[in-house]
Every structure is written in C-alpha cells, then in structure tokens.
C-alpha cells in the first residue's frame, strides 16, 4: 500500500501540487493525470526516493520515505522510464544490468504477449523503432516481478493496438500495485483510480 | 659503455635551426602556430632548466624527505591539472584525486622500488623520483581521458544510472557501466601503446638509460617493468579517483549531485 499525507513539492518558484493526499491499495492500478509540467514524472521519481516532499509523510508498505528504508523500498518496485533510448546495445544486456538472476523466458513470453517475436530481446535497439524499444522495456521490468510496478507515459511511443495489448498484459499481473502518469485518454480511463494533478 | 657524448651550445643552436622547417610551413599556409611554437620552445626550455636545477640539487641532498616531497608535489600538480582539464568542482575532487594518487604511488613504489628492484636505499632519488614521475605523469592523459567519460556519462546518461538503481537497487551495478566505459577508454590507448613499443615508439627511458651508458639488455628490462609500472599504475589511480569521488558525488538516496563543467579544449 502507499500512502500519502498532505505531501506539497515546489521546484523554484513553481508549486506543482499542494498538500496532496492519496492512498493507493495493494493490487490497485493508478494513474497520476493531468497536463504536462504539473509534477506527474516529479511523484514518480519521489515514489523512489530521488525527490523528498518539501512537507507531508509519504509511505511505502509501512516504509516512510528515508534514507534508512530506501533500500528496502526500490526492492519492491519496477520503473519503466518515459525516456526509453538508454545507452545499451539490446534488451539482453539491459536485462543483465538489472537482474542479478536473468529471466530470459519470462521476458521472451511478455514480449510475445506484448505483439512481438520473442527474438527482439536480442535485436539492436538502434535498428528498433521507439514503439518496440518501448515494450522491450516494459517486458524486461515487468520480468522482475515486483510487487510496485510504476510507469511513466507507458503509451508515449505505442500505437492504439500496442496499447491495448499492453493494458492485457497489466490486467493479468496478479496482485501488482500499477502507478503510471499519463496524458494519454484511452490509458487513463484503463486505471481503476485518477489522480488528478 | 662509453658516457654520453655532451652536446655543447652552438651545437644546440643548431639543432634548434631545424625549427626552421615547420616555422616556414606555419607561414607559408598561415597558420596561427608561429607564436605558440615559440611560446612552447621557451617554455620548455625555461623548465626544463629548473628542472635540471633543481634535480641536481634533489640527487645530491638524496634525503628521503625531500624526495618524498617532491613525489608528493607531483602528485598534487597531477591531481590538480585533471581537475582543471575535466572541468569539475575543486573542493569536491581535489582530495579523491590527490589520494588516489598518493595511495597508488605507496603501492607502485613499494613494489617495484621495494620488492622488484630491491634497492638498498628504498628513497633513493635516481630511481625514487623518475619512476614516480613516469608513472604519474603517463597517468595524467589517461586519467583525463577515463575520468571525463566517467563523469560525462554519469551527468549527461544519467537515465540508465536511474533505471538501473529504482529497478535493481544497488548502486554499485548502476555505476558499473560508467566505470567499464571509463576504464575502456582511458586505458585502452596505454595497451595500443604497449603493444606496438619497439615497434612503431621506441621507448624514451631506454633510449635515455642506452644513451647513458646501460646496456641494452638492462635498459630493456627496465622499460618492460616501467611499462607495467605504468598501466598499473594508471589504472590504480582512474579506479582510486572514481571510487573516492563516488563517496561524494551522490547523496544518500543516489541521486547524482556533482555539477560538471565543459572540458578543457
């Protein structure tokens, strides 16, 4: 479960949410909503600890957000980036820099289920278009098997029948706590609770 | 072995006459080079003749404090002139750097001076000062080299730094990358050098040590030692400064928190 109490940031002068208050329950499915610039990316990355809330308590399966349950905190999530051009020459090497125990074929079976050859783990991400690149990605940290799954702009490079595709795969996760942010329609109406920023 | 053959001054103005060649090619194509050539040619000198100065004082004093003195300022100036050239903070690196230097020297020296050579007099300038300058003066271009990758990638690629720390959580393998790119490229110019020696380079020190009177067998077995001296060296003191700098470049979420300017051209 996370919850969150009154937590405000502001970066410079600019306040992108004020004494914002949600839970999300174990097993929920969650999307942070609302226009670009409005700190969507910002509560992500302070879901894993790279951003402190200037005030309120934010907590993670009881771990209140510090240095001491850092650790213990990203060992329960998976991150899939909005940013997927990452330095790496393919999926397989991406997936050896994050798993310590390499789950090729549980990758491989997302993938396939994700619309593509189970081969693409191994293909060159620069002979790949943004969209392939993109489900590599999702099917390589889905792989890991996290309880916390979190998603930035997950449909930014899909296609409509990719995204639909992808929503399959999330539903089947059992028991995984999904928190993306998006601007995309068809992916927010998919979440079972908005939060509107 | 017969002493090196002196060369004396007029002959030196000779030798300096072939400048003459490359200085009618500046003007000849217009290239702006006139003036830093004679720049660099003075400087040299200048230097050089300090050096020569102050070295002959060094060696006669031999003390070990002294020598270990200048070591030390060597290590200072290496540590201080890569700071410069990759554009970071001084007050943050200034000391990794200059510990990594001064740690890798204690091991390099103590080995080759202390265990291979085995030398009565373990200070002894002939040997104490030039091996400790060969090494940190080599390592400083590699440093350069391997340090700004570090710092480049980590700064302007700090996408997989984060991917890697949220989804696997340890820190060390987000750094991995950076470091295997770093090591890769700041050495690898040290093992094309190393591979091709007698080849295409012919090594200073041996040339130097044959010029001085040594037999080539010796002067060889020399430069093969200096030579690994060298790339242990080099590659101690890239490891040392990132491992060091690593203590205060992130905070105690991981995040990466150094500022990097543009480096030095």
Known sequence: MIRSEKISLSI?????????????????NVCFAGPSGRGKSSLLKMLQ???????????????????????????????????????????????????????????????????????????????????????????????????????????ASLDNGSIRKLMSVINSLNNKTVVSASHNAEWIQFAGKIIEL | MNDTADIGIFDLAIGFSVLAIPLLLFLYYRIRLVKDLFISV?????????????????????????????????????????????????????????????LSMIIIDGFFLGVVIRLDYFFDARYFIPISGMVLGNSIHHNIVGLTTYFEGLSKRK??????????????????????????KGLNPLLANMSVMGLISLPGMMTGQILGGASPVTAIKYQVMIMIAIFAGCTMILIMSILYSNLLVFDTYGNIKFSHKQPKG
């Open chain 2, 159 to 184: 996408e997989l730094y984060y991917f890697i720390l949220t989804n696997n959580g340890n820190r060390k393998k987000a750094i991995r990358p950076y470091i295997q790119e770093a090591l890769v």
């Open chain 2, 42 to 102: 003075i400087r040299m000198i200048v230097q050089l003749m300090l050096v020569a100065a102050y070295l002959e004082w060094i060696f006669e004093m031999n003390n070990p404090w002294i020598n270990s003195l200048w070591v030390f300022i060597m290590v200072l100036i290496g540590a201080g002139t890569i700071v410069h050239r990759i554009g970071l903070e001084w007050r943050v690196f200034i000391v990794p750097f200059i510990m990594a230097g001064l």
């Open chain 1, 49 to 155: 600890g790279y951003i402190l809330p200037d005030t309120g308590r934010l907590e993670i399966n009881g771990m209140e957000l510090n240095t001491g349950n850092i650790k213990g905190i990203r060992s329960i999530m998976a991150y899939i980036p909005q940013n997927i051009n990452l330095p790496v020459t393919d999926g397989s090497e991406l997936l050896k820099l994050i798993s310590d125990n390499p789950q090729k074929e549980e990758v491989s079976h997302i993938i396939e289920n994700l619309g593509m050859p189970a081969g693409m783990l191994s293909h060159r991400f620069d002979e790949m278009s943004g969209g392939q690149k993109q489900r590599i990605v999702i099917a390589i940290c889905l792989s890991l098997g996290r309880e916390i799954i979190l998603l930035d702009e997950p449909t």
């Open chain 1, 12 to 28: 410079g002068n600019l306040n992108l949410f004020k004494e914002l208050s949600f839970t999300i329950e174990r097993g929920g």
